[in-house]
């Protein structure tokens, strides 16, 4: 495949990338100009569905998210609680829903990865994962194929990575036909005193790479898990990502074997919208602008863009602010790992993130409105219809064949064909 060609960016465009035309038009007033094929790129997913919320983010803030045994709710990777004796509990569950639907087994896959790098970013050692698992009519063609794809693709990271998962559920409904419902949950533990966030500090710090190389799997692929789905859907299997589970043990103990020295001042995975999001949230929750030369960016695949580098979701990636004076001892630690580590930026005080590619700026925005400026939307609703009140009903069947008949529906039937494929011991 080759690198994506820039084309004239307009609204036109925009719309191409999952822009509206009134959001297109506050991206020109945000930028004063016309922003460039990259800076379009960096709008379309930070103001996605999937990363901005924009449409359920008026309703999550009226959730309660305050108590005294939480120590961080929402605004970090993954929450945090205590749990006694010093220690806490971090755990998030998060969807990978239209990925899983277009690449069933990958789909589910990196959304266990991706959980599991939420969680360990905060500084514990994932101990458990669950699930809970939406299909269609298990009559529809494609249930069966989805069904296969997503349970394998849970298994086989969560097995690999040596994680065990404990515990999940699994409805059948028409309503999810052609849209199932993957979520992915995963708890771990860590000392009270031992968390760490992801607000990037420090003017001239180093910002690190770590982990996989960036490919081309996974570009647009928030915007993708944002828009609606059409016959057309499964030619979108090039935006979902490819995972890697026997890497990510390896990010797990390299990233948990620094988080033991004091080199870390902000981490961060790179999940939706890769290193865009991740580069970006970090600054922009220290209050710093950021500078990132892509041409250190550890790559895969020859002459990739700088646009293509900054929306890769490419699986198994962390971004790292560290001390000035510890990066030799963070790059000993992912040598040691086998794990790409590379310098590709630092810390700046303007409150813009800056791209250079081949010695020329391919974008330079103001981070505060990527994030202040997001959209809102409160869509349309309508009152939920009151359910029809249950008849009595004689079953001439009688008593021993109805109870068969219930024990053997999709939603009462036995659900060990999928548990067994899950290591719960590991």
């Known amino acids: 495949m080759s690198a994506k060609l820039p084309r004239p960016v307009d609204e036109a465009l925009a719309r191409e990338f999952g822009l509206t035309a009134e959001e297109y038009g506050n991206v020109l007033s945000i930028m004063g100009r016309t922003p460039s094929f990259t800076e379009l790129g960096i709008f379309s997913v930070m103001w996605s569905e999937h990363c901005s919320y924009k449409s359920s983010r008026a309703f999550l803030r009226t959730l309660p998210t305050t108590a005294p045994w939480v120590i961080h709710g929402p605004g970090e990777n993954a929450g945090v609680v205590d749990i006694g004796q010093g220690l806490a509990a971090i755990f998030k569950m998060e969807s990978h829903n239209h990925p899983s639907f277009i690449e069933p087994y990958q789909g589910a896959a990196t959304g266990v990865g991706g959980i599991l790098r939420d969680v360990f970013t905060m500084g514990a050692r994932p101990v458990a994962n669950l699930n809970a698992l939406r299909f269609g009519d298990p009559d529809n063609p494609q249930t069966r194929r989805i069904v296969d794809g997503v349970v394998r693709g849970v298994g086989g990271y969560g097995n690999c990575v040596g994680v065990p998962t404990v515990g999940g559920e699994i409805n059948f409904h028409p309503a999810y036909d052609g849209n199932p419902l993957v979520n992915a949950m995963t708890v771990g533990v860590a000392r009270q005193d031992r968390i760490f966030l992801s607000a990037a500090a420090g003017v001239g710090n180093p910002v690190i790479y770590v982990g996989s190389k960036t490919g081309r799997d996974g570009i ?15 030619a979108k299997r090039p935006t979902v990502q490819v995972g890697d589970p026997f890497v990510e043990k390896l990010l797990i103990e390299a990233c948990l074997e620094l988080m033991a020295t004091d080199a870390i001042v902000a981490i961060q995975d ?61 790059r000993a630690i992912f040598d040691k790992w086998e794990l790409d580590f590379a310098v590709i930026g630092h810390l700046t005080d303007t409150g813009n993130i800056v791209i250079r590619h081949k010695g020329a700026v391919e974008a330079d925005i103001p981070l505060a409105p990527l994030a202040d400026q997001a959209p809102v939307y409160h869509r349309p609703t309508a009152p939920a219809q009151p359910p029809l009140p249950l008849e009595p009903i004689i079953d001439p069947v009688g008593t021993e064949q109805a109870l068969m008949r219930l024990i053997g529906c999709p939603d009462l039937a036995s659900r060990a064909w999928v548990y067994n494929q899950y290591d719960s011991t590991v």
């Open 220 to 234: 647009h692929g928030a915007t993708m898990s944002s828009s609606e789905f059409d016959e057309d859907a499964l």
């Open 270 to 330: 790179m999940g939706a919208a890769g290193l865009t999001s991740s580069a970006v949230e970090m600054a922009g929750k220290g209050g710093v602008g950021i500078d990132l030369d892509l041409d250190h960016v550890p790559q895969r695949e020859r002459g990739m863009s700088a646009y293509e580098m900054m929306l890769s979701e490419s699986q198994e990636r962390m971004l790292i602010v560290l001390r000035p004076d510890r990066t030799e001892q963070a």
